[in-house]
């Protein structure tokens, strides 16, 4: 098992790379015109693992769904209302340290 601050550590890491992928992107995307080659988006200039490191999380967690649908369908927490995802004790999902507790049986979604 992980602590919560490596957990809390790992998914701010990944959080921080999609960023800056996003970032390049959007720069990428405004100066196009003016770019040749076969750009095609900031994840091929950089090597980020986070696919791996997800699915190694859900292995350690022994999750087949939450966490994946939490990064990546939730925008790590960031599209979630306080009556969207919740667990069963109404407490939203918003928070990488939330996901680590209903991970590790502290909280029912």
Aim: hydrophobic share 45%; no cysteine.
């Amino acid at each position: 098992m992980i602590t919560k601050e490596k957990f809390v550590s790992i998914i701010n890491q990944i959080k921080d790379g999609q960023n800056l992928v996003n970032q390049v992107n959007a720069i990428f995307a405004e100066h196009r015109p003016r770019l040749t080659g076969d750009f095609h988006d900031a994840a091929s200039m950089a090597i980020w693992h986070d696919t791996l490191v997800v699915e190694l999380l859900e292995h350690i967690f022994k999750d087949d769904w939450a966490l994946s649908y939490w990064i990546w369908e939730m925008d790590f927490g960031e599209d979630i209302t306080d009556d969207s995802v919740a667990d069963a004790y109404g407490t939203p999902m918003k928070t990488a340290e939330q996901l680590y507790d209903y991970l590790v049986g502290k909280g029912v979604w």
